[in-house]
């Protein structure tokens, strides 16, 4: 039972969770009701997205635990009380299930490729791999490029639903709303790609002695944590003034509900963020920070619920 619960905690369950409850809220709130208007079904659609969804579950699982495998020694300063690798699961066995994870998420992709219309998942899915195994041994420790690469793979939990109705995208079958299906894709694309780096910035403020004593280059140690905190604050502004457009475009079409919503979940928190950024000082402030910016990621994706409401206005 203790192995389980080390495995369980070695894939970040939670988040795993997380990304299971995204793509199901992006195909039943925002893709079902725009092609149940056409008359049509989406690829993604039950069993295909069930596997869909299973693979993206697998490769994330498996990206955390090669990137535990390799921080284990930061680990060891950063956070020693939560380690599972070569305190309870063997390295040996933790490389073992990366591969069994991988390439059964792999295989999935190219599965889908085969029985469906939809094209270059399987490839997709081994480029996810590969970018968090290289994000694991060296894009992690380098300046900026290693939170961009989590925030892209952040957001393609998202684009990838859109990836796999590109057939029907592309040729605007049934009468489709193409327009409708993108710029909700784009919207929360986005939302999940900005909140993300600022997450991922946020944490490295929090595990800067880690490290830095064992020679990373992220943006607190080679900027500071001055300027890493201006960095994280612009891109909360720009987060922040979005929504708010997106707010006022909300209030032509009468949503209320979405925008008090919007307003007291999504951008209340963002602004409560930006005020405590600045006086945070010790990495259990950022801890507290990135736990809230972690809440607010869920409280954006549950906001999904209100395209399914309103679907008949949009």
Known sequence: MKLVSAFMRLVRWPNLVFIALTQLLFVYCVIMPVYSNAGAIPVIYGWNFVLLCLSSVLIAAAGYIINDYFDLDIDRVNKPDKLVVDKIIHRRWTII??????????????Y???????????VCNFICVMLLFIYSISFKKKLLIGNIIISLLTAWVILV???????????????????????????YAGFAFIISLIREVVKDMEDIEGDRRYGCKTMPIVWGINATKVFVAVWLIVLIAVLIIVQLYAVSLKWWLSIIYCLILIIAPLLYIF??????RTSKDFHSLSS????????????????????QYV
């Open 97 to 110: 299930w990366h591969l069994i994870l991988s390439i059964a998420g792999i295989a999935i992709g190219f």
């Open 112 to 122: 889908l490729d085969i029985t469906t219309k939809i094209f270059l998942l399987g």
């Open 161 to 187: 639903v859109a990836w796999c109705e590109n057939n029907n995208l592309i040729n605007g079958h049934n009468n489709l709303r193409v327009d409708k299906i993108l710029r909700e894709t784009f919207l």
């Open 275 to 280: 005020q405590k950024l600045f006086t945070a």
């Open 292 to 311: 809230l910016i972690k809440l607010v990621m869920f409280t954006g994706i549950l906001s999904m619920f209100f395209f399914k409401y309103y679907a």
